[in-house]
Structures are given as C-alpha cells and as structure tokens.
C-alpha cells in the first residue's frame, strides 16, 4: 500500500577490505600484526553462486568518513615495500581495497 512504501527508507551499509598481493601471496593488509610477525597467506576461493573471493579477508563496517581513511592508513602501513634500483619505495606488489555499498530497505 502506499502508507508502507513511505514508511520504508533506504538503509546503506559500507564496508571495507583492503589486500596485497606480493610475491604470489594474499595477505590482509587490515589483520593486526603484532611484533612484526608474518600472517599465514590467504586463499583465492571460488563460489559457484557469488562468485569469487578471498578466504579469511576481514571486512570492516563503515560509519564515517574518518573511520574509512584510519582504515585505510592502516593498510597502507601494512603494506610490505623494497627499494629496488629505480624506486627506494617500490611495494613490487598489487594492493586492492574494496568499498562494499549494500542498500536495503528498512520499515
């Protein structure tokens, strides 16, 4: 009815995830590191519904705009770098950072 379609407003939901991929490895760049220690690479998976995914990447919600850029200066912190020859910051890697936006409608 019409009473209920504008009763109903959109909830949106934001989530985030950051990885690096070095040296053939998945690490989450978002997992804590506690002195200095190396985490366990993660998997690539594939599920015949989604589609494909990373086993064991943490996912962080969302709720403001500082919260996102601490986030992702973590991850950049994180990240593993060597100098090579032409670049004394070089990460010889791939980082991916996904913002997941979801709306749903809520009563």
Same mark, same amino acid.
């Given at each position: ?9 959109? %909830? ?5 995830? #950051?990885?690096?991929? @070095? $040296? ?5 760049? $978002?997992?804590? %590191? ?17 589609? #494909? @995914?990373?086993?064991? $990447?943490?996912? #962080?919600?969302?709720?403001? @705009?500082?919260?996102? %850029?601490? $986030?992702?200066? *973590?991850? *950049? ?8 020859? *032409? ?8 980082? %991916? ?11």
């Amino acid at each position: 009815s019409r009473e209920n379609r504008c009763a109903t407003r959109p %909830v949106i939901q934001v989530s985030l995830s #950051f990885l690096q991929i @070095y $040296l053939e490895n998945l690490n989450d760049l $978002l997992a804590p %590191v506690e002195g200095g220690n190396v985490h366990k690479p993660l998997a690539m998976r594939e599920n015949p519904a989604s589609g #494909f @995914y990373v086993e064991g $990447l943490r996912e #962080f919600p969302i709720t403001t @705009y500082h919260h996102a %850029v601490s $986030l992702i200066n *973590l991850g *950049l912190e994180n990240r593993k770098i060597a100098a090579t020859d *032409l670049n004394s910051t070089s990460s010889r890697s791939h980082t %991916v950072m996904t913002l997941k936006i979801q709306r749903s409608e809520s009563v």
